[in-house]
Every structure is written in C-alpha cells, then in structure tokens.
C-alpha cells in the first residue's frame, strides 16, 4: 500500500493558469525535488510498464521518420548514428532532471514535426547548413523562454483548443489499430485481443497492466511469425561526433522560425496540454528554456530540436495514481540513457520489427489520451473553434513550412474569438 509523502500530500504549487507579472520566471515546483528513497517507494509495475511503454514508443516510429529523412537527406552512418545518440542522451537528460525536480511526469524527446519539414530543406542545403539552423533555433527556444512570453501566450489560448489540437494529432494512432490489424492480423490481433481482455477483466489488469500485456503479447506473436530479424554487424556503442555548423541565410530564413514555432507551439503546447488534462501543472516557461539548451546539446552533436512531447507524456500518465506518475517518467529518462549510449544497436533492434507491431502498440497506449482529448475539447465551451481548430490540423494545411498543428491552434482560436465571443467572456 503506497501511503502519500508530507511533500506529495501538498497541493502542487506551480501556481493558477499564468497571468502577465503573476508568477516568477522559473515556475517553482512547489514540492521538494524527489529522492532516491522517495522514488522507490513511490515506483510499481504500472508506473515502470508506462515507462517502457514510453520509451518503446520514442525508439520505434519516431527513430524509423529521423532515419528515413536522414537518409534520404544523404547523411553518412555516422552522422545518422550521432542524431540518434543525441537525441537519446538530451531527452533522457531533461526529462531525468525535470521529473525528479518538479515530481512529475515531465518527458522530452526531439520534434517529430522539425524533423520530416528538414526532408526537402536535406535536398538543396549542406548538413552544416541545416546544423547551423539547429542552433540557430537552439537560441531562438532559449530567448523566447527566457524573456517569459511564451506563458502568458498558452495561458491565452483557451484547453479545448489546445486539446482539438491533440486530438487531431493523436487521431492518427487510433486509425493505426485499424489499419495494422487489417494489414498483419498475425501480430496485430493478439495485441488487440489481449488489451480487452485485460481492460475488461481488472483482476487481470491489477497484476499486468493492459498495455504491458499488449506489449508482450505482440513480442510472442513477432517471435512467432518469424519476421524478427536483425542485421548483423554494425557498430554496438555510440560514437558521437560533432558537425561544424555553417550560418547561411538561406538556410536561417527556411528553417529557425518553423523549427521554433514547432517546439513552443506544437509540441510543447502538446506536451502540457496532456498533463494539464492529466491533472499536473506543468512549468511552461522552464519547458522553453530546457527545451532550448537541450537543443543546443543536439545541435553540436547534429540533432534536431528537444522539446516536450504530447504522445510521450500521455503515455507516462496513462494509469495510477497522480503524484507517483513522475516515477514513470524516471524509467523512461533512464533507458532513453542507455539508449542513447547503445543507439545503433537499438536503432538496428527497433527496425527488425515489423511496422504492424509498431503501430498497434503505440495506438492501443494512445487511446485512453485520444480519448480524453476529445472530451476536454468538445465537452464544454470554446466547441466550435476547437472543431475549426481540430479541421484545420487534420487537413495538413502547411504554410510558410510551419505544421498543420500551429495552423489549427491559430486559425481556430480566430474563429472562437469572432464567434464565440459569450464563452470568452465567462471564461
């Protein structure tokens, strides 16, 4: 039986919703940093499963998108072997680091979105190029978080929005159960299968969590079927190595503004949005400023952008209880650690599995977010901007090489404040 610390038993004090001069810069955690001894206590199997579940994630879909665009981009093995080492080492480092302090489920990653928009930029700019933007961006992050304004601009912009946003954006992992089952019903159905079945019955589920079992359940059915295979050969450990970054303006004018917008907006507006649905206080403007130094780490190892990420998190607060989610987030920053030091052999792991394993797994860990994305977005006020906003986002409308995501929010919120003018009024 877990019995609530003096420190967890306070309500979180990260403050109300930020106003303009409300609250200092560097939002306080309001409970004292988490301990070795204060971790162990609070860990459990749904807790280390979210985890896991969170970093299986991370080190599939995404790592085979940053592998396809690096290598249609022309990157040698190396400097494809060191953006995932980076990428690895800065959101286990952040998120490590922010969980323990803040004692919640604080995860990062690297930006999706940032990284298929470099896919046509790879075709006509040098690597140093896009390098040089990757810390021009870095700088970009670190500033906008520093002066404060990137608070009281998400405070502006009503949940349901935001939530339309995350929804649009989640939607995609709920058509995926579909779509694997149909494509591979040997690895894919047992999956499902076993995710009802657990969910169904909670005496099964109180000893193995629903998505833990899915998880083993679809690594017997790949076993089974015989299509795990992996290349041999190839390096085992990391070997980071550092690109000169050269500053053109080419470059600067095609990609600093939408790498930046994509990681305050999109991502980190993703990212708190699930936790603040999943009752945490998130520090929006340390998310900012973090996600700006890690960037600049992943800069000089030729990564993309850090940031906060939506799936992640909703992830890591998938199930238990409130103030032991942050322990979920510390297994997740720890294997993305050893990730990151094991890098090529995982990348080589993650790929020998077939791509229905990926997409069910990660669809079947969403749906209790995708779920609670569309009831936070469309339960209460704000309905019709957060449908414009929800329309906008899926239609992939890409302007100004910025995402559809940013689009949505923006376009959306426009529309809520000409037409919904009542709700903003009461809110």
């Avoid at 990428?87 to 690297?110: E, H, N």
């Avoid at 990660?362 to 569309?374: N, T, V």
Wanted: glycine share 10%.
């Amino acid at each position: 039986m877990h019995h609530p610390s003096k420190a967890e038993s306070k309500t979180n004090k990260a403050g109300p919703d930020p106003v303009p001069g409300g609250q200092p810069l560097f939002e306080r955690p309001g409970v004292g940093p988490a301990g070795v001894r204060d971790f162990l206590r609070d860990i459990g199997l749904h807790y280390a499963s979210n985890g896991v579940v969170g970093l299986a994630f991370s080190a599939s879909g995404p790592i085979a998108v940053t592998l396809t665009v690096g290598s249609l981009g022309g990157l040698t093995q190396a400097q494809l072997a060191s953006w995932v080492f980076a990428i690895f080492l800065s959101a286990g480092a952040a998120t490590l680091l922010m969980s323990m302090i803040y004692r919640q489920p604080l995860g990062f990653a690297w930006s999706i979105p940032g990284t298929v928009l470099l896919g046509p930029s790879l075709q006509h700019l040098s690597f140093p190029e896009v390098v040089g933007a990757f810390f021009s961006a870095g700088v970009l992050i670190l500033a906008l978080g520093a002066t404060g304004v990137v608070r009281p601009i998400m405070a502006t912009i009503p949940l349901p929005i935001v939530m339309a946003m995350v929804a649009a954006v989640f939607l995609r992992f709920g058509t995926d159960i579909v779509s694997s089952t149909r494509a591979d019903p040997a690895v894919a159905a047992p999956m499902v299968v076993a995710f009802l079945v657990l969910t169904a019955v909670p005496a099964l589920g109180k000893y193995l969590p629903p998505v833990l079992g899915t998880l083993a359940v679809g690594v017997i059915a790949v076993v089974l079927s015989g299509r795990f295979i992996v290349e041999e050969g190839g390096p085992v450990l990391a070997t980071p190595m550092f690109t000169a970054p050269e500053f053109t303006w080419a470059a600067q004018l095609e990609l600093v503004i939408p790498l930046a917008l994509t990681v305050l907006v999109v991502q980190n507006g993703q990212g708190a949005a699930v936790l603040r649905a999943a009752g945490h206080r998130p520090p929006v403007n340390v998310f900012a400023m973090c996600s700006g130094v890690f960037s600049l780490l992943n800069a000089a190892l030729g990564g993309v952008s850090a940031c906060v990420t939506g799936p992640t998190n909703a992830l890591l607060t998938a199930s238990g209880q409130k103030q032991r989610h942050y322990t979920a987030g510390v297994v997740y920053g720890l294997l993305s650690l050893v990730c990151a030091l094991l890098a090529p052999t995982l990348t080589r792991f993650m790929l020998a599995t077939p791509e229905a394993f990926v997409l069910a797994l990660g669809g079947i860990a969403m749906l209790r977010a995708l779920q609670q994305a569309f009831v936070t977005a469309f339960a209460t006020n704000f309905t019709l901007g957060a449908l414009v906003t929800f329309v906008v986002t899926i239609s992939g409308l890409n302007l100004f090489n910025i995402h559809a995501a940013f689009w949505g929010v923006v376009i959306g919120y426009a529309v809520s404040r000409l037409l919904e003018r009542q709700d903003h009024a009461t809110a």
